[in-house]
């Protein structure tokens, strides 16, 4: 297992809505953000198993037309835990 740290900043254009990040599985909540109309910067650590792995990023409460679609993230890095 390798453990991380995923620096980004987001923002949700609609106002304010929960972004969860999952690793591999769409149970497998990494963490739940709450964002905002302006852009803020997040770090989050994250276990990845040794292979492929996938971090999802959905907003699950947004509202409005493609609200899924209506969040925005910027400058991802990763960094040793």
């Known amino acids: ?18 972004m969860g990040i999952y690793i591999n599985s769409a149970t497998n909540l990494a963490k739940n953000i709450a964002l905002n109309p302006y852009p803020e ?3 989050v ?3 990845l198993q040794p292979g492929l792995n996938f971090i999802v990023l959905t907003t699950p409460n ?12 910027m400058n991802i890095t990763f960094s040793n835990a």
């Open 1 to 18: 297992k390798t453990n991380l740290v995923m620096n980004f900043s987001a923002m949700y254009y609609n106002g304010h809505a929960n």
């Open 41 to 43: 910067n997040y770090s």
């Open 45 to 47: 650590p994250i276990s």
């Open 62 to 73: 947004a509202t409005g037309p493609a609200s899924n679609f209506n969040f925005g993230i």
